[in-house]
């Protein structure tokens, strides 16, 4: 059983910056895609960025540029820097997780952040 933990989230202003970490345990830490995902408030979950087992990073048009997706496998943790943060990017973060040779997908708790002035 893989298990996901988040943490980082918090209260920013506009224009500054987060950074999210999710720490994996339960798994070999460098079989796991990995990505994160966001839900605000009445709207649906969506992704945001992921890496791969090679650290290949993919992201949603709408946080490229501004976030960066990485991985220390050493550590067993994901990490996602927020930069020049906006109003919009307001939601809930969950860490989220598969082994590569595996459908199954795992779910951290989620972290809040929150951009306000």
């Known amino acids: 059983q893989v298990q996901l933990v988040e943490s980082g989230g918090g209260l920013v202003q506009p224009g500054g910056s987060l950074t999210l970490s999710c720490v994996a345990s339960?798994?070999?830490?460098?079989?796991?895609?990995v990505g994160w995902y966001r839900q605000a408030p009445g709207k649906e979950r969506d992704l945001v960025a992921t890496?791969?087992?090679?650290?290949?990073?993919n992201y949603a048009d709408s946080v490229k540029g501004r976030f960066t997706i990485s991985r220390d496998n050493a550590k067993n943790t994901v990490s996602l820097q927020l930069n020049i943060l906006r109003p919009d990017d307001a939601a809930v973060y969950y860490c989220?997780?598969?082994?590569?040779?595996?459908?199954?997908?795992?779910w951290g708790q989620g972290t809040q952040v929150t951009v306000s002035s």
């Open positions: 890496i791969s087992t090679g650290g290949t990073t």
């Open positions: 989220n997780a598969r082994k590569y040779y595996e459908s199954l997908e795992y």
């Open positions: 339960g798994t070999q830490f460098n079989f796991l895609i």
